[in-house]
């Protein structure tokens, strides 16, 4: 096997494994709430929230660090960081201490991520990469679909296993990588601006507990208001520091790259809507429908298979048809499957009728997607920006699924025993919305040029070599 699609299999296990552990816990929800004794979906929600939030916040200074200190180096200590709070996770006694570890664990995906797609773009010619970014970002579809199935099997078993499951991958992916990947950096990269990430951790940790417990305490409650206050300031706060910060955590001028800005922003709709499906599926099916975990875990699979099938295939024809296009198609076919669910289904079970159709079109839908958007990111920054700026994309993502499940949390409430339904038709409609502001903001991504070829790049001052900082070729970041 080439050296460079060893990289990409290695790289994929990290990613499999994060993105595993968001999809998996969806199905393990109604599991966990039923072991905590006073546990509620609001309180649970935080065993999602608290990992989003922190891969979003330390992304950005993940990949910066990566990029300064080390890619091999912090990639392999993002693994061990999140191999530990799985371990954790898997051992918590208690909801908060679930969280805790949950936080742990989105620590070593923050390293983890960036530098996975910073190790795996250099060994690909230019014009290849959208290709390897397909697969980079099929192997999340894989994940989701691994999701469901695995997640109900082990949850048969105990819900810890869901988080155990990573210790032996994560052992066996940090042991082949220190002999696989080379080592490169760029010592002129700034020092991350870490007190930028903790005014957005404490920002959007503050609005999501605004969302969450909105309708519990009152949408004029004081608790309420306060929380939704503090978080516009903080968001504020953060976003002059970016503008002033030499090294920020969002840099204001990848921002005036028109198809980096636009496909940021469409992720985060779309994955405020991916989210909030992932979770009330899941919900709907095991408290309406009166499915067991394992069932409901099954029944879901044809969806993520479907998107991993057609994000497998679709990457390496997104220079042909274009990023745009493919992804404005793509979410706008997520947002009718959400809009067919709101339409059809009801309190009797309908599998077939009702749920499965849906499904197929927004496993086709996710598919074009995830390709299309990581591509675009990815390709409108230099290539000595990788890191950070997937870094920042995924961190919009992360942020987008921060605020997908605490809306539904919210629109959800507590379901009405008359009808039941009512408030999954809610959280369908804000899914609908969402996605149709992610298809809306796609359509201003513009044409994203495709990579020239470039002489293929060599490692940056890895340990002896001596090789200086300069000597590596910059690619222009692309226009609109």
């Not at 499951?165 to 601006?193: F, M």
């Not at 994955?271 to 709907?284: E, G, H, Q, R």
Request: net charge positive.
């Amino acid at each position: 096997m080439e050296r460079r699609w060893k990289v990409l299999a290695l790289v994929s296990a990290g990613v499999f494994m994060v993105s595993l552990d968001l999809f998996i816990v969806n199905i393990a929800f109604p599991e966990i709430e039923g072991e905590f004794a006073g546990s509620s979906v609001s309180s649970i929600s935080w065993v999602l929230n608290a990992y989003a939030i922190v891969i979003a916040a330390l992304m950005v200074s993940g990949g910066r660090l990566a990029d300064r200190h080390g890619r091999k180096r912090l990639f392999l200590w993002g693994l061990g960081i999140f191999v530990l709070g799985s371990a954790l996770c898997g051992a918590a006694l208690s909801v908060e201490t679930l969280v805790g570890a949950r936080v742990i664990q989105a620590a070593g995906a923050a390293l983890l991520l960036p530098t996975s797609l910073a190790l795996l773009l250099p060994e690909f010619e230019p014009r290849q990469r959208s290709h390897a970014i397909g697969i980079w970002a099929a192997v999340g579809g894989l994940a989701a679909a691994a999701g469901p199935p695995v997640g109900g099997l082990l949850v048969e078993l105990s819900w810890r296993l869901v988080f155990l499951v990573n210790v032996p991958i994560g052992l066996a992916a940090i042991a082949y990588g220190v002999g696989l990947l080379k080592e490169s950096r760029d010592p002129r990269q700034e020092r991350p601006d870490l007190l930028g990430s903790g005014l957005i951790v404490g920002a959007v940790g503050v609005l999501a507990l605004g969302l969450v417990k909105g309708p519990e305490w009152g949408w004029a409650d004081p608790r309420t208001l306060g929380a939704l206050a503090t978080a516009a300031v903080g968001l504020a706060v953060f976003w002059a520091r970016c503008l002033t910060h030499p090294s920020p955590v969002i840099d204001p001028a990848l921002l005036r790259v028109r198809s980096f800005a636009f496909s940021n922003l469409s992720s985060v709709f779309f994955s405020a809507a991916f989210a909030a499906f992932l979770l009330a599926n899941v919900l709907f099916m095991t408290s309406v429908w009166h499915d067991s975990v394992l069932v409901a875990g099954l029944s879901l699979a044809p969806g993520p298979v479907m998107a991993s099938t057609v994000a497998f295939t679709s990457g390496r024809y997104v220079n042909r048809f274009g990023h745009r296009t493919f992804a404005t198609l793509g979410i706008a076919l997520f947002g009718l499957s959400c809009l067919w669910w709101l339409l059809r289904a009801g309190p009797t079970p309908d599998y077939a009728g009702e749920m499965l159709p849906g499904l197929i079109v927004a496993g086709i839908g996710v598919g074009l997607v995830l390709p299309s958007l990581a591509s675009a990111a990815a390709s409108s920054v230099p290539r000595e920006r990788f890191a950070t700026g997937s870094a920042i994309y995924t961190m919009t993502r992360q942020l987008g699924y921060v605020l997908g499940v605490s809306i539904l949390v919210a629109v959800l409430g507590t379901p009405s025993s008359v009808d039941p339904v009512a408030a999954f038709d809610r959280g369908w409609a804000f899914m609908v919305i969402a996605s149709a502001l992610g298809a809306g903001t796609a359509l201003f991504m513009g044409t994203v040029p495709i990579p020239a070829a470039a002489p293929a790049p060599t490692p940056v001052d890895q340990p002896g070599s001596g090789q200086p900082a300069h000597s590596r070729i910059a690619e222009p970041i692309a226009s609109s």
